[in-house]
């Protein structure tokens, strides 16, 4: 996702944090996909996961960093 620089400072700010409430959102579909590590590459934020993800994997990570707190969701695009 490309994202302005005050959104990827919120993300970086706690990324680990993330990663723990992507993962569980991604269990509580019951999901066999989880996130590893997010990479930070520009204006870019990549989140590696275990495997190959399905499109409703991929629509939990992205309704989860359009509902975090303080990110403006003009900056964000999908990839």
Do not use: C, P
Not at 6 to 31: E, P
Not at 44 to 71: H, P, R
């Amino acid at each position: 996702m490309l994202m302005s620089e005050i959104n990827f400072n919120i993300i970086v700010s706690q990324v680990n944090i993330h990663i723990l409430n992507i993962n569980r959102l991604l269990k509580d579909i019951k999901s066999k996909v989880l996130a590893n590590f997010i990479y930070l590459d520009n204006k870019e934020i990549i989140i590696t996961t275990n495997k190959a993800i399905a499109t409703s994997d991929l629509n939990i990570i992205k309704k989860y960093i359009k509902e975090l707190n303080n990110i403006n969701l003009n900056n964000i695009m999908s990839s």
